[in-house]
T-cell receptor, first 115, second 112 residues
Framework: AQSVAQPEDQVNVAEGNPLTVKCTYSVSGNPYLFWYVQYPNRGLQFLLKYITGDNLVKGSYGFEAEFNKSQTSFHLKKPSALVSDSALYFCAVRDLDTGGFKTIFGAGTRLFVKA | KAGVTQTPRYLIKTRGQQVTLSCSPISGHRSVSWYQQTPGQGLQFLFEYFSETQRNKGNFPGRFSGRQFSNSRSEMNVSTLELGDSALYLC???????????FGPGTRLTVL
């Protein structure tokens, strides 16, 4: 069965410092991996995805993520955090299951960036 | 292009009632998925529709149902509401089933 784990409920980082939000996954086939961000009282916004190709993918707002097949990880990174990056981040895997696609989300990691 | 729209944005119902939520996907998107978001359970997959057919369903009781119309608009229905159904219900659409999804703002359902 597919699963996504985000081991940290919360990540705290100072503005200007690099940030990492961790994600590991388990799928039966090829993974379609995504990161989404949710700001208060709003729906999720797509940040970036890995379907195939380069292991380092770049996305919106300066975020990037590295796909590591051997470690089944897809960690989200940003070289220099901004206060405005404070939000709830979800890792997700989209997998073909019983004839249709199904998206499994991690529990979410709340990022706090302190000025 | 207009984004994914969901109506209504807020709903208050009492136990035992039923509710219908509506979702209009981005123009041209044929895949529509529904999710339930709660503080305790996080984001839970409800079902996915593609070309008017339910392609996948999550682990929810039969009280939760949905459908998709020929114009890709989708509705989900919850019958015999329970207190535990209080949640943010999110709809998402995608152009291709395996690609990224675009989410609506959600419908906040409160069951009293």
């Amino acid at each position: 069965a597919q699963s996504v784990a985000q081991p940290e409920d919360q990540v705290n980082v100072a503005e200007g410092n690099p940030l990492t939000v961790k994600c590991t996954y388990s799928v039966s086939g090829n993974p379609y991996l995504f990161w989404y961000v949710q700001y208060p009282n709003r729906g999720l916004q797509f940040l970036l995805k890995y379907i195939t190709g380069d292991n380092l993918v770049k996305g919106s707002y300066g975020f990037e993520a590295e796909f590591n097949k051997s470690q089944t990880s897809f960690h989200l990174k940003k070289p220099s955090a901004l206060v405005s990056d404070s939000a709830l981040y979800f890792c997700a895997v989209r997998d073909l299951d019983t004839g249709g696609f199904k998206t499994i989300f991690g529990a979410g990691t709340r990022l706090f960036v302190k000025a | 292009k207009a984004g994914v729209t969901q109506t209504p944005r807020y709903l208050i119902k009492t136990r035992g009632q039923q509710v219908t939520l509506s979702c209009s996907p981005i123009s041209g998107h044929r895949s529509v998925s529904w999710y339930q978001q709660t503080p305790g359970q996080g984001l839970q997959f409800l079902f996915e529709y593609f070309s008017e057919t339910q392609r996948n369903k999550g682990n929810f009781p039969g009280r939760f149902s949905g459908r998709q119309f020929s114009n890709s608009r989708s509705e989900m229905n919850v019958s015999t509401l329970e207190l535990g159904d209080s949640a943010l219900y999110l709809c998402a659409s995608s152009a291709v089933q395996y690609n990224e999804q675009f989410f609506g703002p959600g419908t906040r359902l409160t069951v009293l």
